[in-house]
Structures are given as structure tokens and as C-alpha cells.
């Protein structure tokens, strides 16, 4: 399967814990984005990377948020010290420049 | 913040109908997208028209954009119970292209077998 992939598909954590999602784009895909959804609602851009730069930080994106993507290649999506209302679907998308984006399966946290 | 609204945000028809779903938005484009996602997954995407394009079609799907408007309109023609989903218009407000997408809050489409 050459799409977009997401690990962890499910977790589950305490309030307070620390967690963090990893995506892998598509392989010669340049751009990376992260999205939230929460239920009923269309997903909310939180960030995205162009190559191993971050260009965009959504104002959804607190201190206790931070991405990463090394290499250039997959990303990374920690969140500190977690509270209910963090609780959503996370969705990493990747794309060629111009063209559209690709969305991966999704990490769907439950806080406690 | 959502962007776009979706109308309806409900849709309920049999299935061979055509479904057609609505999409306004607020400021200028470059261009606009619109994802399906089934119950609980991750968005596949259907088609993107540019904000110099009018209609685009994709096998049953017809998309029309009235840049004067700011609205889109995706027809599902012939429906088949595998339509059941939501759907999502996303625009896009960069200056070059995908840089992040706004989406609206969606219409849930349910096809009557």
C-alpha cells in the first residue's frame, strides 16, 4: 500500500499523559499536513511542512503541541500533557506542491 | 474556523437518484476540493476545480464553481448505496496552492438501497 499511514489507528490515555502519532506521506510527497476533527465537524488544519520546514502553525496549535518531521520524510505529532478537550481524530494528509492532498486513515485519541 | 458551509447538512434519497450538495464560502480561492469520508475514516478525495475552471467531471461526479457566488456544487448522478457518507468541501485561499485546506462542516448523504 503506497498511501498515507498513521500510527497508532486508536489511543487511548489519561488526562496529563503525554502522546505522540506518527505519519508516513506518501513517498515523493514534499508537503505534509496535520488536521484535527472532532465528531460532526470537518477537520481543522493544525500545521504543515514543506520538505523538513514547518511553514504553518494553525492558532489550534498550543504550547503543548509540537510536530516534527526530521528528515523530510514521515512526522511526528506530540502532545503534552493531554486534556479531554483534546480528545479528536487527527489526520495527516501529504501532497506534491500544487496537486491535492492525500489524506491518511487517521489516530483517533480518547483522553480520559 | 470553518470557511465553508455545506447545505444540506443532511441528505436522505433513494438509490439510482442524483444527490446534490452545496457549498458556500467566504473569501477568494484559489481553488476548491471535495473529500468523502465514510463513517469514522480518513477523507479520499474526489475532485479539485481551480478558481479559473466552471465545471469539472469525474465518472458520476459533476462539479460546478460560480467564483461570483462563492459556491460549488458537487451532483452525484445514479446513486449507489456505497454513496452513503459525508461530504466535505475544502477550499484552498493560498496564493500559490495547497498550502492548508479550510473545510466546511460537511452533509451527511445516506442512498436508500
Known amino acids: 500500500d503506497t498511501g498515507v499511514s498513521q500510527d497508532p489507528r486508536h489511543k487511548i490515555t489519561k488526562r496529563g499523559q503525554n502522546v505522540t502519532f506518527r505519519c508516513d506521506p506518501i513517498s515523493e510527497h514534499n508537503r505534509l499536513y496535520w488536521y484535527r476533527q472532532t465528531l460532526g465537524q470537518g477537520p481543522e488544519f493544525l500545521t504543515y511542512f514543506q520538505n523538513e520546514a514547518q511553514l504553518e502553525k494553525s492558532r489550534l496549535l498550543s504550547d503543548r503541541f509540537s510536530a516534527e518531521r526530521p528528515k523530510g520524510s514521515f512526522s511526528t505529532l506530540e502532545i503534552q500533557r493531554t486534556e479531554q478537550g483534546d480528545s479528536a481524530m487527527y489526520l495527516c494528509a501529504s501532497s506534491l506542491v500544487i496537486y491535492e492532498q492525500f489524506f491518511g486513515p487517521g489516530t483517533r485519541l480518547t483522553v480520559l | 474556523s470553518q470557511q465553508g458551509e455545506e447545505d444540506p447538512q443532511a441528505l436522505s434519497i433513494q438509490e439510482g437518484e442524483n444527490a446534490t450538495m452545496n457549498c458556500s464560502y467566504k473569501t477568494s480561492i484559489n481553488n476548491l476540493q471535495w473529500y468523502r469520508q465514510n463513517s469514522g475514516r480518513g477523507l479520499v478525495h474526489l475532485i479539485l476545480i481551480r478558481s479559473n475552471e466552471r465545471e469539472k467531471h469525474s465518472g458520476r461526479l459533476r462539479v460546478t464553481l460560480d467564483t461570483s457566488k462563492k459556491s460549488s456544487s458537487l451532483l452525484i448522478t445514479a446513486s449507489r448505496a456505497a454513496d452513503t457518507a459525508s461530504y466535505f468541501c475544502?477550499?484552498?485561499?493560498?496564493?500559490?496552492?495547497?498550502?492548508?485546506?479550510?473545510f466546511g462542516t460537511g452533509t451527511r448523504l445516506t442512498i436508500i438501497p
Open positions: 475544502a477550499t484552498d485561499r493560498s496564493n500559490f496552492g495547497n498550502e492548508k485546506l479550510t
